[in-house]
Nanobody, 128 residues
């Protein structure tokens, strides 16, 4: 049974930083693909960063490129999202999601939350 737990959210001023964590049980994060996506009230879900640990590839949305960094700590079985230079428009609930299964054309589909099998409950990020 796969469980994902996000943590690290909070309230920060513009320009501040946060590091989100996605811990997993029942699944080895280094064996597949992990996505961080977010959803703000009244807006669609947006994939912001993903890591394909088998191939050691990372992907970022243009809106966060250069500010966010996704990484994996294998020993802790945790994926992190380091968010720097936060902006008010980054305010949202942040979720992690994983896909043990192969995703064809992953380079073009990484950002779609529906491609992933499991997700956590989310952690709120507020920038104001």
């Amino acid at each position: 049974h796969v469980q994902l737990v996000e943590s690290g959210g909070g309230s920060v001023q513009p320009g501040g930083s946060l590091r989100l964590s996605c811990g997993a049980s029942g699944y080895i994060l280094s064996s597949g693909r992990t996505l961080w996506f977010r959803q703000a009230p009244g807006k669609e879900r947006e994939g912001v960063a993903a890591i394909y640990t088998v191939g050691i590839r990372t992907y970022y949305a243009d809106s966060v490129k250069g500010r966010f960094t996704i990484s994996l700590d294998k020993a802790k079985n945790t994926v992190f999202l380091l968010m720097n230079s936060l902006k008010p428009e980054d305010t949202a609930m942040y979720y992690c999601a994983v896909s043990p299964a192969y995703i064809p054309d992953y380079g073009n589909r990484w950002h779609r939350p529906d491609e992933y099998n499991y997700r956590g409950q989310g952690t709120q990020v507020t920038v104001s």
